[in-house]
């Protein structure tokens, strides 16, 4: 087992790909483990992408501390594992808790990043999903790891997905059961209690950024992806179809190409940010289409921009409305 | 070695060896903690923390007693001669330990705080069960009700671990909570591979 020791812990990392550069490193959300980003191991590396993928501080293999884990820990462990094992130009993609990770280490270290991909992410709690994670949390408390699975597996992925796999779903589920323990996932949601704001700091990542917001994502809404979009200053925003919040591992072939087109054009300077918005395509190898313009996106149906404005008023602090 | 208990009998339950085993660990690590908590209640350093911790602290005294007797009733027991050296070994280890650079009255508060947290956190009964275990059975039932119950018993620890009044003790406190949960992962974990199961420690 590869890991990577921070002060007195250590930190499980799983790596793929040549020994040579490009590197794109991948950050689990919350209750994910390293093995979940299996796919992505072999669909980048395939396309020459060195891939590494971890577990954070009291996620899955790595070392979980009793008490207290803090954020700072988290970014500074990222840091330390590009240090090490990272090949320049590195790319950092991480997803719900690890893209707050990610924007924070891009905010601290963008130096060292050729780009960045925040995947249904934030960078403020609104309160839906301050009232969510707090409710997350205390049925993490009342009813277990398995009880927080439950209640977080329809939130993240389609009907579609779950249809096919009903009868599976204690499999499913297992792994995570057992990789995962109640205290530290505590820790970790509860690393959030003193959480600031990213959003006034979110104009010091001058890296290239790609946003991906699942289409029907409930959890993270088009909102809260918004704000990225509005502040980070070379970012686009690209909108999954049929995506929910967790679109990296019920479409991860999609995910995969997307990640790999996005470092192939920042590499060939052929990125277009400037606060762009697109949608992905189905399937992996097809066109993004910009999203056409005169249409709000912020909407679930195709209102026109400036139609219903009230609807604006409700946008999370730092939101701007409507995109270029 | 195996990663879960059994090999499982014809109707689908544990071994009664594995289960004597399992269940003399945990009631005598439970029972040490009733008896920790029981002293701890009485220490100045409660008087810093909000009443509801104490109140938590007071109910977990009651749960710790629901584990015995629950798992008193719930295995099936055969004699073990390991345990007539195993019993007076865990029992040495689970003594109040000081934390140091705290006084001796609020050091046993926090140690046995420290206990508890790691004996609900670090030690997760019902991972050891197999998937096909009967559900049915009552010795599966209640690792499963003692892990279940482990995330609500343990919270008033963790409030009075984590408690802000008590924030410039922290270092000592981590300490001492890192010390109990390696402690008890070991003896877990050694105790386990002497029924034939591995599991990291």
Same mark, same amino acid.
């Given at each position: 087992?590869?890991?990577?020791?921070?002060?007195?812990?250590s930190?499980?990392?799983?790596?793929?790909?040549?020994?040579h550069?490009?590197t794109?490193?991948?950050?689990?959300?919350?209750?994910?483990?390293?093995?979940?980003?299996?796919?992505?191991?072999?669909?980048l590396?395939?396309?020459?992408?060195?891939?590494?993928?971890?577990?954070?501080?009291?996620?899955?293999q790595?070392?979980?501390?009793s008490?207290?884990?803090?954020q700072?820990?988290?970014?500074?462990?990222l840091?330390?594992?590009?240090d090490?094992?990272?090949?320049?130009?590195?790319?950092?993609?991480?997803i719900?808790?690890?893209?707050?990770?990610?924007?924070?280490?891009?905010?601290?270290?963008?130096?060292? %990043?050729a780009?960045?991909v925040?995947m249904s992410?934030?960078?403020?709690?609104?309160?839906?999903?301050?009232?969510?994670?707090?409710?997350?949390?205390n049925? %993490?408390?009342?009813?277990?790891?398995?009880?927080?699975?439950?209640l977080?597996?329809?939130?993240?992925?389609?009907?579609?997905?779950?249809?096919?796999?009903?009868?599976?779903?204690?499999?499913?589920?297992r #792994?995570?059961?057992?990789?995962?323990?109640?205290?530290?996932?505590?820790?970790?949601m509860?690393?959030?209690?003193?959480?600031q704001?990213?959003?006034p700091?979110?104009?010091?990542?001058?890296? #290239?950024?790609?946003?991906?917001n699942?289409?029907f994502?409930?959890?993270?809404?088009?909102?809260?992806h918004?704000?990225l979009?509005?502040h980070i200053?070379?970012?686009?925003?690209?909108?999954?179809?049929?995506?929910?919040?967790?679109?990296t591992?019920?479409?991860?072939?999609?995910?995969?190409?997307?990640l790999?087109?996005?470092?192939?054009?920042v590499?060939?300077?052929?990125?277009?940010?400037?606060?762009?918005?697109?949608?992905?395509?189905?399937?992996?190898?097809?066109?993004?289409?910009?999203?056409?313009?005169?249409f709000?996106?912020?909407?679930?149906?195709?209102?026109?921009?400036?139609?219903?404005?009230?609807?604006?008023?409700?946008?999370?602090?730092g939101?701007?409305?409507?995109?270029? | 070695?195996?990663?879960?208990?059994?090999?499982l009998?014809a109707?689908?339950r544990?071994?009664?060896?594995?289960?004597?085993?399992?269940?003399?660990?945990?009631?005598?690590?439970?029972?040490?903690?009733?008896?920790?908590l029981?002293g701890?209640?009485?220490?100045?350093?409660?008087?810093?923390?909000?009443g509801?911790v104490?109140?938590?602290?007071?109910t977990?005294?009651?749960r710790?007693?629901e584990?015995?007797t629950?798992?008193? !009733?719930?295995?099936r027991?055969?004699?073990?001669?390991?345990l007539?050296?195993?019993?007076?070994?865990?029992?040495?280890?689970?003594?109040?330990?000081?934390?140091?650079?705290?006084g001796?009255?609020?050091?046993?508060?926090?140690?046995?705080?420290?206990?508890?947290?790691?004996?609900?956190?670090?030690?997760?009964?019902?991972?050891?069960?197999?998937?096909?275990?009967?559900?049915?059975d009552?010795?599966?039932?209640?690792?499963r009700?003692?892990?279940?119950?482990?995330?609500?018993?343990v919270?008033?620890?963790?409030?009075?671990?984590?408690?802000?009044?008590?924030?410039?003790?922290?270092?000592?406190?981590s300490?001492?909570?890192?010390?109990?949960?390696?402690?008890?992962?070991?003896?877990?974990?050694?105790?386990?591979?002497?029924? !034939?199961?591995?599991?990291a420690?």
């Amino acid at each position: 087992m590869d890991t990577l020791q921070h002060g007195r812990y250590s930190v499980h990392y799983e790596l793929a790909g040549p020994d040579h550069g490009p590197t794109i490193v991948l950050v689990n959300g919350l209750t994910q483990y390293s093995a979940l980003w299996t796919p992505y191991r072999s669909a980048l590396a395939e396309h020459g992408y060195r891939v590494i993928s971890f577990d954070l501080l009291g996620q899955g293999q790595s070392d979980k501390p009793s008490l207290f884990i803090e954020q700072d820990d988290q970014v500074a462990i990222l840091r330390e594992l590009i240090d090490a094992i990272g090949r320049p130009p590195v790319f950092l993609a991480g997803i719900s808790f690890g893209g707050i990770i990610a924007l924070r280490y891009a905010i601290e270290h963008g130096a060292t %990043l050729a780009g960045l991909v925040a995947m249904s992410t934030f960078a403020e709690l609104s309160p839906q999903l301050q009232l969510i994670g707090n409710a997350l949390r205390n049925g %993490l408390i009342l009813g277990g790891i398995e009880y927080l699975q439950d209640l977080l597996l329809p939130m993240n992925v389609s009907d579609a997905w779950l249809n096919d796999r009903l009868d599976q779903l204690d499999e499913i589920k297992r #792994p995570g059961w057992l990789v995962n323990d109640l205290y530290a996932l505590q820790n970790l949601m509860e690393s959030f209690l003193d959480f600031q704001p990213l959003t006034p700091r979110l104009g010091e990542i001058g890296v #290239p950024t790609m946003i991906l917001n699942g289409e029907f994502d409930f959890l993270t809404p088009r909102s809260l992806h918004e704000t990225l979009r509005t502040h980070i200053p070379h970012s686009a925003l690209v909108i999954v179809p049929r995506g929910y919040h967790a679109f990296t591992l019920e479409q991860p072939r999609l995910t995969a190409w997307l990640l790999a087109r996005f470092a192939q054009d920042v590499l060939g300077g052929s990125w277009e940010g400037g606060g762009s918005i697109w949608l992905a395509p189905a399937q992996e190898g097809g066109t993004l289409i910009r999203f056409p313009s005169g249409f709000d996106h912020l909407r679930a149906v195709p209102m026109r921009t400036g139609q219903h404005s009230a609807g604006a008023k409700r946008a999370p602090t730092g939101a701007k409305r409507p995109h270029k | 070695m195996r990663t879960t208990l059994g090999p499982l009998d014809a109707s689908g339950r544990v071994p009664a060896q594995q289960q004597t085993r399992v269940a003399s660990f945990l009631i005598s690590a439970h029972g040490a903690e009733a008896r920790l908590l029981a002293g701890a209640l009485s220490s100045s350093v409660l008087t810093l923390v909000p009443g509801v911790v104490q109140v938590g602290l007071q109910t977990q005294l009651c749960r710790e007693a629901e584990v015995l007797t629950l798992l008193q !009733g719930a295995t099936r027991w055969q004699p073990d001669p390991m345990l007539l050296w195993l019993l007076p070994r865990w029992e040495l280890a689970w003594l109040p330990q000081p934390v140091a650079g705290i006084g001796i009255d609020q050091s046993l508060a926090f140690d046995a705080a420290a206990f508890g947290f790691a004996l609900h956190t670090a030690i997760r009964p019902a991972v050891l069960l197999p998937r096909e275990a009967t559900p049915t059975d009552g010795f599966a039932a209640a690792l499963r009700q003692i892990e279940l119950e482990g995330s609500r018993t343990v919270q008033p620890q963790l409030r009075f671990l984590k408690s802000p009044a008590l924030a410039a003790l922290r270092p000592a406190i981590s300490q001492a909570v890192e010390r109990r949960h390696a402690q008890l992962r070991t003896l877990w974990a050694e105790m386990l591979a002497g029924i !034939g199961i591995a599991i990291a420690s």
